[in-house]
């Protein structure tokens, strides 16, 4: 089961991970640990592998700071809901293996706090004896996604999805 | 149907007519990676097992905690230093200034290229035309690794901006008041295309490039300035580097700026963006004049304009940084510096300084900052509830002057009451 971590729209990542936290600031073992330090610093403590962050429109708005999705990464985070999503920020989270769906109905259904189970790959989404479906990255991003993350798959093949051969 | 300026520039690398909506593979011309980011950057080239493909199209800025604040980032900068030399990759040292000013200063964005940083504000180099895109550490990572990135081709907005600016605004309230009209994901995954007629054609270089730093508070991928004007003059422009008549645009959006009046972006988000008049008399503890925005030349002159003869108010702290080391000399060879520190301002090295709240001039929890910058959001310089107002040099500095938010213009009235 996941509890679902629900948040409005416009989350930036000076809220996701304020800059005085950066790792180079703070250092790599810690930097995770000051997730929503100021917006919700419960967060951090109560986040368990598996959560689901929920979001609204615009999601992930502000820096290029791929440390600041990082950090919701070594928390355990695999998956997020969003109304939308700001451009850097989604490919971050492509990049590290985060599945970003974008569902503005399932957002509105879902509150904060309650638990629900995602079958991400298949995106799936049970709560209670409800079902919701969610609408996968498209073709390109789940090759790289399919393979861990943009980095594996470069390793491995020498070149980008849809990409031929260099 | 033609092609928009990002579709001109796109096609133009990939070889082959693309349009909005595709991706495709092309070459880059310049990597940039700054500080704070530098140690993930080389985390993920070591995890592809992969040294710079073209290592002279690397360059690493010390700037966004420029010198060294403590011993965790006095270590990273270090290792910059090493890692550049072993890999034959551009350093650009503490002092130097903020990296898209150097990447512009030093000529390595120039119109119809690519640009990729690892730096929200790479859409800066939209002012000269060059496609800048901000991307995180693992993006970068692989155009450092490949010389490529993938890239899907954004559809465009176009906004056009007409007449001339009247002598109380600046470029800096015409970039505001796009990010109002647009708002903060109006032109998200777009590129923001800005024509300037009637006039507007004679914005420069430096002008520019605070519109198309402040395109990406709108979503943008990339802000790109249709060339003319100085631009004409300090580069070489080539022919196909502008869109067609009959490009295809998402939305088409004008702003008279011979009709503009000097704005200001309240907390906590870029695109509240008022008319200054709506908070003036805010009492103010804190005023930062610098950054990618302004921080340039121009903007340091209408400061000391602003300025000459009057004092920085009892209790207001006034931060000036150049954006670079160049701005820097210009400016103090020219008097305007002295102007300004005569007025009771304080100089920083130049680089970020309290922009992103890590040093040099954080914010107490309640105080009040007016600020050059780009960003307002929460907690953005320090404690979460300190609030920073973006506005222009010229209110900046008038405002460090009152104590409270004020215009030159205002200020000049109070005086000439007593
Ligand atoms: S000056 Fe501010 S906005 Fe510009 S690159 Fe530095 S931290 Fe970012």
Request: with cysteine; net charge negative; proline share 5%.
């Amino acid at each position: 089961m996941s509890r679902v971590w629900k948040f409005g729209d416009s989350i930036n990542t000076d809220d996701i991970l304020p800059g005085k936290y950066a790792p180079f600031m703070v250092g790599e073992d810690r930097f995770h640990t000051y997730a929503f330090a100021h917006l919700r610093p419960e967060f951090a403590q109560g986040f368990r592998p598996g959560d689901i962050l929920v979001a609204g429109r615009n999601t992930g708005l502000g820096s290029s700071r791929e440390y600041a999705p990082e950090a919701l990464r070594k928390l355990g985070l695999r998956a997020i809901i969003a109304k939308s999503y700001a451009r850097i920020f989604y490919r971050n989270l492509v990049n590290l293996g985060i599945m970003p769906f974008e569902a503005p109905e399932v957002v509105d259904a879902l509150n904060d706090g309650e638990e629900v189970e995602l079958e991400f790959e298949q995106g799936v989404l049970r709560r209670g004896s409800e079902t919701f479906r969610l609408t996968p990255p498209p073709a390109f991003l789940l090759e790289a996604l399919k393979e861990g993350s943009i980095l594996e798959y470069y390793r491995k093949h020498g070149r980008f999805p849809g990409e031929g051969t260099p | 149907m033609g092609l928009t300026l990002a579709e001109k520039i796109l096609s133009q690398r990939a070889g082959r007519e693309v349009r909005a909506g595709e991706l495709v593979v092309v070459e880059v011309d310049q990597v940039m990676v700054v500080d704070s980011i530098a140690g993930s950057f080389f985390k993920r080239l070591e995890q592809l097992g992969a040294t710079p493909r073209y290592p002279e199209k690397v360059a690493i800025v010390i700037d966004h905690v420029a010198p060294a604040a403590n011993v965790e980032v006095a270590k990273a900068q270090k290792e910059i230093r090493e890692w550049g030399n072993r890999h034959g990759c551009r350093v650009f040292d503490v002092g130097r200034g903020i990296c898209h000013q150097v990447l512009i200063e030093e000529g390595l964005a120039l119109p119809g290229g690519i640009v990729l940083g690892s730096d929200s504000h790479s859409t800066t180099y939209g002012a000269v035309a060059c496609f800048g895109s901000g991307m995180g550490a693992t993006d970068i990572a692989l155009a450092a690794a490949s010389g490529r990135t993938w890239l899907r081709v954004p559809e465009s907005v176009k906004v056009t901006f007409r007449g001339r600016l009247n002598p109380a605004v600046s470029a800096k309230d015409a970039a505001l008041e796009m990010v109002r009209l647009l708002t903060a994901d109006g032109a998200t995954y777009m590129s923001v295309e800005i024509h300037l007629e009637d006039g507007a054609e004679s914005l420069t270089r430096s002008q520019r490039l605070t519109l198309a730093n402040l395109s990406v508070e709108a979503g943008a991928k990339c802000g790109l300035v249709v060339p003319s004007g100085e631009i004409l003059e300090l580069y070489d422009v080539p022919g196909w580097l502008y869109p067609d008549p009959d490009a295809a645009y998402v939305r088409e959006v004008e702003i008279d700026l011979s009709a503009l009046t000097p704005r200001v972006s309240v907390p906590f988000y870029v695109d509240n963006v008022q008319t200054v008049d709506s908070v003036m008399g805010k009492k103010v503890d804190q005023v930062f004049v610098g950054t990618c925005t302004n921080g340039r030349l121009d903007d340091l002159r209408e400061v000391a304009e602003v300025l000459r003869g009057r004092r920085v108010a009892p209790g207001v702290r006034m931060l000036v940084i150049p954006a670079s080391s160049q701005v820097l000399e210009e400016a103090t060879a020219d008097g305007t510096l002295l102007t300004i520190l005569q007025a009771g301002a304080t100089l920083g090295t130049p680089g970020c300084g309290p922009c992103m709240g890590r040093h040099q001039g954080v914010l107490a929890p309640g105080e009040v900052c007016v600020s050059t910058s780009n960003r307002n959001f929460k907690g953005r310089m320090g404690a979460a509830d300190a609030e920073i107002y973006l506005a222009s040099p010229r209110v900046a500095a008038a405002s460090a002057v009152a104590g409270f938010i004020t215009t030159p213009e205002a200020l000049e009235q109070e005086v000439s009451h007593v």
